[in-house]
């Protein structure tokens, strides 16, 4: 009841503060005092724009200089002005029984003053601004309770269908779709001594709006479901650009955007198709829950079998350079889920087989997995001794996959869905090794291995390995 009192009280001295915070922004824009500032901003407009169905974007852009008004700095100034009045010192004191320790209370507020002032400046004379939203977000700040949050990411190795894929999982709203030319007519500050930033044109643009806060916990959410999408099908999928938003009022950091050092064009795309919609939201849901957050979160430090599989994997999809050295890294994924580490001898044979087995239970032809293996194996031996493919093995995939390219594709095949095995119920890597060795000889582990794959959500298969 204490507790409920003192909020009541906050409530009332919120709106007086609010109500001050209005009069004065009102005065000072009808007198004159309060003028916005003019900044110069650079604005991409798109002169050409073509999509094409295998990710490539053509496309040309021109710069304008377009000036615009900025209240930013007239709301600092309306801000330090309010905090010597009757109202924010009541409000102040109101917080102060509210919040430990207390000058965590009087940061929030003056980010609170901050906040109602700049909204009332930019605010369109006349239009209301709603008071009990401002203050409901606030108290949710007050007391840690997640916010409306989200982010819009502009990603590459990837095309989605059309139209956008559009579903909720787990109380996340998710949308994706296909780049258009609007991604690309982006504005950004001039500032001297600053150069611009390379337009890079998106392939896809995910939207995803969740209940959370702060920057960790969206980036940790986009990391989530790009890790899915790579999952799902062969892709380098990255993001270009991340846009942050968030309801908080005291917490800045949930808004903003981040450019990634390495923006170099994906290496590979993942088209999916208009029948591929179902099975990736059933595939993100099971997905979502059974993925361990080290795999993609900022503060991702535990190191296991299965963490440094998908950092393999993540390698060979995103590094440019030798395709040698991708194969290398693809195959190494593959040994970190497959073989023990007391294991010494036979390991292509032993690799070829494990990989074959589970696989097979899945669709995939254990023979052929096993001969994809066995030469990118053969690789992966040359790359890390620091010698070249011999020409005999060259002309031998180059006559059964095309090129070193197709296999590495077909190797990332094989290892993307041993991940998600793994992910979904194979278990710890002991456990896995012995069931696919015993299920070669017994029709009872064969039964338990099924068993163990039975909840593992559907995507697509190359078909090369069918």
Same mark, same amino acid.
């Given at each position: 009841m204490v507790q409920k009192a003192e909020e009541g009280r906050l409530v009332h001295a919120?709106?007086?503060?609010?109500?001050?915070?209005?009069?004065?922004?009102?005065?000072?824009?009808?007198?004159?005092?309060?003028?916005?500032?003019?900044?110069?901003?650079?604005?991409?407009?798109?002169?050409? #724009?073509? #999509?094409?169905?295998?990710?490539?974007?053509?496309?040309?852009?021109?710069?304008?200089?377009?000036?615009?008004?900025?209240?930013?700095?007239?709301?600092?100034?309306?801000?330090?002005?309010?905090?010597?009045?009757?109202?924010?010192?009541a409000a102040l004191e109101a917080i102060t029984g509210l919040t430990r320790p207390a000058n965590d209370g009087e940061q929030n507020l003056r980010r609170f003053v901050e906040s109602v002032t700049l909204r009332y400046l930019e605010?369109?004379?006349?239009?209301?601004?709603?008071?009990?939203?401002?203050?409901?977000?606030?108290?949710?700040?007050?007391?840690g309770q997640p916010v409306r949050c989200g982010a819009e990411v502009h990603l590459v190795g990837l095309i989605p269908p059309c139209p956008a894929i559009q579903f909720t999982c787990a109380?996340?709203?998710?949308?994706?779709?296909?780049?258009?030319?609007?991604?690309?007519?982006?504005?950004?500050?001039?500032?001297?001594?600053?150069?611009?930033?390379?337009?890079?044109?998106?392939?896809?643009?995910?939207?995803?709006?969740?209940?959370?806060?702060?920057?960790?916990?969206?980036?940790?959410?986009?990391?989530?479901?790009?890790?899915?999408?790579?999952?799902?099908?062969?892709?380098?999928?990255? #993001?270009?650009?991340?846009?942050?938003?968030?309801?908080?009022?005291?917490?800045?950091?949930?808004?903003?955007?981040?450019?990634?050092?390495?923006?170099?064009?994906?290496?590979?795309?993942?088209?999916?198709?208009?029948?591929?919609?179902?099975?990736?939201?059933?595939?993100?849901?099971?997905?979502?829950?059974?993925?361990?957050?080290?795999?993609?979160?900022?503060?991702?430090?535990?190191?296991?079998?299965?963490?440094?599989?998908?950092?393999?994997?993540?390698?060979?999809?995103?590094?440019?350079?030798?395709?040698?050295?991708?194969?290398?890294?693809?195959?190494?994924?593959?040994?970190?889920?497959?073989?023990?580490?007391?294991?010494?001898?036979?390991?292509? #044979?032993?690799l070829g087989l494990r990989v074959g087995r589970l696989l097979s239970v899945v669709g995939y032809d254990a023979l052929t997995v096993k001969e994809v293996v066995k030469e990118g194996y053969r690789v992966r031996s040359a790359f890390v001794h620091g010698a070249a493919v011999d020409r005999k093995s060259k002309a031998k995939i180059v006559a059964r996959f095309g090129n070193l390219e197709q296999m590495l594709v077909l190797l990332l095949d094989c290892l993307r869905i041993s991940l998600v095995a793994v992910v979904c119920g194979a278990g710890d890597k002991e456990r896995l090794v012995k069931v696919l060795d015993d299920s070669l000889l017994d029709r009872e582990k064969e039964s338990k291995l099924a068993s163990m794959l039975k909840g593992l959500p559907k995507s697509p298969i190359a078909e090369e390995l069918t």
């Open positions: 919120l709106e007086k503060l609010m109500h001050r915070a209005k009069r004065e922004a009102g005065i000072g824009r009808s007198g004159g005092q309060i003028r916005p500032e003019e900044q110069m901003f650079l604005r991409w407009k798109a002169d050409k #724009y073509d #999509y094409s169905e295998n990710g490539d974007i053509g496309f040309s852009v021109h710069g304008e200089r377009v000036i615009k008004k900025s209240w930013f700095e007239a709301a600092i100034a309306l801000a330090e002005r309010i905090e010597e009045s009757e109202e924010y010192a605010a369109p004379s006349g239009e209301s601004v709603d008071l009990s939203s401002f203050i409901l977000r606030f108290l949710k700040d007050l007391k109380g996340t709203r998710i949308s994706l779709r296909r780049g258009r030319a609007d991604d690309v007519e982006t504005e950004s500050l001039v500032l001297p001594g600053r150069p611009g930033r390379q337009l890079l044109a998106p392939t896809a643009v995910l939207d995803i709006e969740f209940l959370g806060r702060g920057s960790v916990a969206i980036q940790n959410r986009v990391g989530q479901a790009i890790a899915i999408l790579r999952l799902f099908k062969v892709g380098s999928v990255k #993001y270009i650009l991340l846009r942050m938003g968030s309801d908080s009022i005291t917490d800045i950091s949930g808004s903003g955007e981040l450019w990634p050092i390495n923006r170099q064009p994906a290496r590979e795309h993942a088209k999916l198709g208009t029948d591929d919609t179902v099975d990736l939201q059933g595939f993100w849901q099971v997905m979502e829950r059974a993925m361990p957050e080290h795999l993609y979160a900022l503060a991702g430090t535990k190191s296991d079998f299965l963490s440094i599989a998908y950092a393999r994997f993540c390698d060979a999809l995103l590094e440019n350079g030798l395709t040698e050295r991708r194969i290398a890294n693809a195959v190494m994924g593959l040994e970190s889920l497959f073989l023990r580490a007391s294991e010494q001898q036979e390991l292509t #044979y032993r």
